[in-house]
């Protein structure tokens, strides 16, 4: 193939992602020079389309980038009016008082909200400051400077086949270059992964974590809603071995936010993510509170919970990591929203000091130091224990003794357990399919639990045919050859989407891995789960995956 030619456009900073982190450090830099040239690049078809949050808000952040913004129309209006803490059994659940949670975990003062509405309204006051912000601009590639710096992005690249190869639509994108280059793409995003191989930024963190988060939003009848509560599960149907757990929020407008976790290092190959879901809004606690109401939305995303022990090395020759690429999510309080503005904000002031000493891609030290001395790592190191004590022992210990170390962080200011180490890579977790306990779902009803495609229909995703698949396979084999044979072929069930299916043709003896790459709601669970690690998710053409609207 030829060498593409492309235009090129320069900036002062350049930020990949307009979630919470990008946005926040796009205002806060117009808010230190109004005169610095500021873009920001989202991959979604509009601001907060590929958002998808819990999300109870720490107003932390928010304070200090708009100290007025509850006068400024903020959709911020849901003060949470009550907290509580469930362990649940099949058929009902016990109370944790609220007064044995340590502080930190305690939602007084803060808001239940949709973090995509927020982010469009974030949007708005950048627009309002100068900051020039491109949807449906998906970043595909990295440009590395003579000294391997990073000067920038390709930017809207569309029309390639599905060889890869540039068709008769073929748009090449842009040259979109900075000074500074800030990734904010959030969880396991491509270009981070790239990066943080290529500086090789995670030699001195331990292994990185996460889980996978399932949402709907659901409209409730009048007289089951509570505007304000909040309302936390553990237990049931996971069980002691696999962690995670749920977590309900009363928003405005009679709307209820249903969210399901479970952690990507459980062990059975057999385990279905979004069939535990299904399931556990049957539990009569949720079925009560759904019955009668209407589902209006449905996602999926990963979550960043390896902790303060995972954080890479945030700075690099000509940018730095922030938000959920560089992995700032309190896991025990299921927030890192705060911690990414806070982290847009950091990054901001460092890079205006360094462009008015007159400084370009070179490494923002500046920013790992005020991270790292400064709230977010405040907030994350009492609960750097929580992760890996469940992890080890199993709910019902480790969450007991996860409680009691981050009651010695609150009084004394230390950890019980120091710093306790993740021992493997989420990959690496499962257990042969041959010595794992079948689970057997119950059959979906269509009017609380769903099957997966109906859901994906209410997540407005869409991937136009005939393009090159964003999932790409390094060896086509390992599918049917190494990971049906050894775990059943686990992509069919950790993917909420139904991306993956395992298919035998009469006309073949032998099956066949089939990418369904149309339904992908951009969750990444696929690149951390892998047992092969044999599948790299990259980003598609700008504008394509879910649409959320109030996610």
């Known amino acids: 193939m030829s060498v593409i030619k492309r235009e090129s456009i320069e900036y002062d900073v350049v930020i990949v992602g307009a979630g919470p982190a990008g946005l926040s450090a796009a205002i806060k830099l117009k808010q230190l020079n ?17 958002i998808i949050s819990g999300a109870v808000l720490d107003p932390i952040g928010l304070n200090k980038l708009f100290p007025n913004w509850q006068s400024m129309g903020a959709p911020i209006k849901t003060k949470v009016s009550d907290d509580k803490f469930y362990f649940l059994g ?28 927020v982010c469009r309204w974030l949007a708005t006051q950048a627009e309002q400051l100068g900051v020039e912000i491109f949807p449906g601009m998906a970043c595909s590639e990295l440009i590395y400077g003579n000294s391997n710096e990073l000067k920038g992005v390709i ?58 988060g399932i949402k709907e939003v659901w409209e409730v ?80 995303r990963a979550i960043s919970e390896g902790g303060v022990q995972s954080v890479p090395k945030l700075s690099f020759p000509g940018g730095v990591l922030i938000g959920c690429s560089a992995g700032f999510v309190n896991v025990p309080r299921i927030k890192g929203n705060h911690n990414a503005i806070l982290s847009g904000i950091a990054a901001a002031e460092a890079a205006n000091l360094a462009l008015n000493n007159g400084r ?46 981050m009651w010695c962080a609150n009084i004394i200011g230390k950890n019980l357990f120091g710093t306790l180490k993740h021992k493997y890579p989420d990959h690496s977790s499962l257990d042969l399919a041959s010595k794992a306990k079948i689970i057997n779902y119950p059959k979906a009803d269509g009017k609380i639990s769903f099957e997966r495609l109906d859901s994906v229909s209410f997540s407005g995703t869409s991937h136009s045919d005939g393009q090159e698949c964003h999932l790409k396979l390094n ?77």
């Not at 060889?163 to 793409?185: D, R």
């Open 34 to 50: 109004s005169n610095l040239q500021v873009v920001v690049l989202e991959k979604g078809s509009e601001v907060g389309s590929h």
């Open 90 to 117: 099949p058929a009902g659940g016990i109370r944790i008082p609220n007064i044995l949670m340590p502080p930190l975990m305690s939602n007084h003062g803060n808001y239940i909200v949709s973090m995509s509405k």
């Open 155 to 212: 930017a809207g690249e569309f029309g390639k086949n599905s060889s890869g190869e540039p068709g008769s639509m073929y748009e090449p994108g842009m040259e979109v270059l900075g000074k500074y280059v800030f990734i904010a793409e959030g969880v396991r995003g491509s270009l981070a992964k790239n990066i943080i191989s290529n500086y090789n930024l995670a030699k001195n963190s331990d292994f990185p974590k996460f889980g996978i």
């Open 221 to 300: 009848e009048t007289g089951k809603y509570r505007e304000g509560q909040v309302v936390h599960t553990m237990g049931w149907p996971l069980g002691n071995s696999t962690g995670g757990g749920s977590f309900l929020y009363h928003g405005s407008d009679n709307q209820v936010y249903v969210g399901f976790v479970v952690h990507l290092n459980y062990k059975n190959p057999h385990l279905f993510p979004y069939k535990e879901f299904q399931r556990f809004k049957h539990h009569p606690f949720i079925y009560d509170l759904l019955k009668g109401g209407k589902r209006i939305e449905y996602g999926a």
């Open 360 to 405: 370009s891609n070179d490494s923002l030290e500046e920013y790992e130091k005020k991270i790292v001395n400064g709230y977010v790592f405040k907030d994350l190191n009492p609960v750097k224990n929580v992760k890996p004590l469940w992890s080890r022992l199993g709910l019902f210990l480790g969450i007991i003794l996860g409680a009691i170390d």
């Open 475 to 551: 060896d086509k084999t390992i599918p049917t050859k190494f990971n049906l044979p050894n775990f059943n072929e686990p992509a069919q069930r950790y993917c909420p989407a139904g991306v993956y299916e395992i298919l035998t043709d009469k006309e073949q003896s032998e099956p066949r891995f089939q990418i369904n790459y149309q339904n992908c709601v951009h969750c990444k669970t696929c690149d951390i789960k892998d047992p092969s690690q044999n599948i790299t998710w990259k980003t598609p053409q700008g504008g394509e995956g879910p649409n959320y609207s109030t996610m």
